[in-house]
């Protein structure tokens, strides 16, 4: 064998034993070699352009959109469910509010199933929980003022990044909402009275029939946030012979969404004659329960139902982001950890990835004490997600600390097996490596992808995205003012 073909064996063994140690991602198909921005929600970017958000209701699409898989759908789909369930029946909701004549519908549905999931413990808590909505809105974090903050209207993740930061929830009593907006000051100081540790986010429904996973969460979880288009024209009430209301919604046409709402309940037999609406009566039986944000006054005492074959309620409509779901799976006393770290106050706006399922994201902090960071808390994009946390003095020194997988999308915190000791005005790292097979830009990240987040900003060497977890990229390189959303809680 002469030289020159020894050498190009030694060649091609080498490069053949490289691209084995590689995770298998990062040689599939159209991966790339530098991180990328992932694309934003096509829906969230049409209803910048949308009249109807400014209609005073207050939904708008996500930036970012949320994956389930067929198999997850299936699973749910096989759960035993009862052909009709009714939160209220349960004990399991706080008292109706009203909105007013402020965008600010999200915030109302969001604080809503917060309080519902409270309300579903046993024995509920004493008395009910009655949070802060104005306190929400007000410190969403977004926009250029609390006129802005009244007026645009939000999404869900704003409310989940909120709870996430520990800003609330604050009770009712300490910052009242009384329908006065922007008008009615902030208190200076706020006293967060839960931790809301974990968040399931699902997409919207695709047909009429994709109803089992909404089920099988509101048993869980209480009352669940949900988008849908409002058309006035679609919504008939009747006084029955009994005296009793029935409030009753139909869209047969495929909209976007306007309106924030909660799904509190379902009768699968709702007979279809009772919808009077403009648009007919839907083709079959079957109804949400849902719980509007008007007051009251409005409907069944605040509550109408929803038929199953609504095209625009918890519907998406091909373009992502639409109809998107929340339900708040974990939520503590504020004694389970002592602090936070973080720098993503406005959570998930953007998401970037090596168009691989495969992504390293990590954050460097300064300890302010003595302690054991004891948990992180992060967001899988997409079902079926498995990671991996890591920690350590540094990213050369870090040791796995966590693993499981991510079911459902959404935010989690996850404890440590073992506490990563830190000392006080010393850094640390933790670091997360996500699998989700269902997502190439799987790394949540916050950044001012609007003029409207501008108060997101990140300082240099403060957060990192990588594709193997050796070498390391500060994510402020790819894109200015940019964290990974990744948080680290003490004991």
Known sequence: MTTTRRTVLALAVAVFISLCALPQAAVAAG???RPEVGPLSPAFVEALHDPMVALGLGRVPSPVEVHLD??????????????HYDLRTLGRLTSVKDQGYYSTCWAFANIAALESKLMSATPAPTPEPDFSEDNLVGRSGYGNSLSWRYDYGGYDFMAVAYFARWDGPVTEAEDPYMGEGPDAPLPATDTTVEHVQGAVMIPGRTSWKNNALIKELVRRNGALSVGMDWVGSAYSQRTTSTGRIRATYYLSRARGENHGVTIVGWND???SKYFHGSYGRPPGPGAFLVRNTWGPDFGDG????????????????GLGGFGGMTSYSDVRGVDDYSAVYQHDDLGVTDHWGYVSPVVWGASKFTATADQNIAAAGFYALASSTRYRVYAGPTLATMTLR?????????YTTVDFTEPLGVTADHDFVVAVRLYSPHETYPLAIERPARSWM??????????????DGVKWKD???????SSVCLKAFAQ
Do not use: C, H, M
Not at 402 to 410: D, I
């Open 70 to 83: 067929a198999t997850v759908q299936a699973k749910a789909a096989l759960a035993p469910e009862p052909w």
């Open 475 to 481: 994510v402020t390189r790819v894109q200015p003012n």
């Open 269 to 271: 037999r709702y007979p």
């Open 402 to 410: 966590a693993s499981g997988t991510s079911v459902l999308p959404g």
């Open 31 to 33: 991966a790339t070699a």
């Open 302 to 317: 605040g509550y109408f139902w929803v038929s199953y074959y609504d095209r625009s309620f918890a519907r998406e409509q």
């Open 454 to 467: 501008k108060s997101a900003v990140a300082g240099s060497r403060e957060s990192f995205i990588s594709r």
